[in-house]
């Protein structure tokens, strides 16, 4: 009896600390979430940094609103993705709809023999902004050895997802450290934050995206510049395969805004308030709970896509 008192005595502290503990967090979560997104501030882009934008993977989705807002803000667009006609068409409606000048480039970031026609098509452009955007993954959630064509999925997925990142830095921090100014959003994913089982290589090479952002954050804001790492969760776009928007699944128009009102503040964000909720609630799970829901929820995906494909 004696013995028992101070065990419960002890596993009440564990339970009262528990509970201030995540009313802590919860609290810091959202007065940051104010800060961020109730209360309006300067945007963090704009001519003022360098005149131009450069944008990757620019003529859809996530891409093309990031576009869309940094014209918005008055800078001219250099708009990068693989179709010429697609380019055309973005690059005419962005000049008409905002009055800003703009230039394509067409390449494939598959490939890696790209960069000096990159180089030169940027040559003397005073660039502001780039925005790290182009990314691929694949159909449906699959194990690894079962991928379809893996071999070229692997090179694939690196040189979109993670060679561009470092390429089109490479190319662009030189002239924004000279000038002493500059942005660049690099989109992850919160698949980044998170280990996503079935989507192992995607998931891996956004992993990469936020630590190589967070890294490069710390070497160089002395320096002026500001990089962020944006780690989305589902946005209604043609990658997610999904197209009606919710709540939960913004459309890409209504993630950017929100992501945009972060830029200069965080240099790390889930960039949406819905998001960062769901990541503020991800982190509090047991990694092996977190691991074995997220298992399943592809299972489920994987065998419905596998039914519907078998189907057709
Ligand atoms: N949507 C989501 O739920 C979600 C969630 C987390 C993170 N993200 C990340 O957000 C970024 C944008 O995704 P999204 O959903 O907006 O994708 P999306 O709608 O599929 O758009 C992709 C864009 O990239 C271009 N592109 C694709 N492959 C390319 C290549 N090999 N070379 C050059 N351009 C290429 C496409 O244009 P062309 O086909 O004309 O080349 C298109 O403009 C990606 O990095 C993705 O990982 C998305």
Redesign the pocket.
Known sequence: MESSLPAADFLYWVGAGTVAYLALRISYSLLTALQVWGLGHEPGVGPELGEWAVVT????????SYAEELAKCGMKLVLI???QD?LNQVSSEIREKFKVETRTIA????SEDIYDKIKTSLAGLKIGVLVN?????YMYPEYFLDIPDLDSTIKKLIN??ILSVCKMTQLVLPGMVERSKGVILN?S??SGMFPVPLLTIYSAT?TFVDFFSQCIHEEYKSKGIFVQSVL????A????QVRKATLHIPS?DTYVKAAMKTVGLRSRTNGYPIHSLMGAVISLLPSWLYLKMCLNFGKSMRARYLKKAKKN
């Not at 955007?133 to 993954?137: E, F, I, K, R, T």
């Not at 776009?237 to 997610?240: F, G, H, L, R, V």
Request: aromatic share 8%; charged share 20%; proline share 3%.
């Open positions: 993977g620019s003529t859809d989705g996530i891409g093309k993705s693989r179709s697609k390449v494939d970031f598959a955007n182009v990314g691929v993954s979109v997802n989109i994913s919160a956004k989305p969760f589902f946005v776009t043609k990658m997610a890409s």
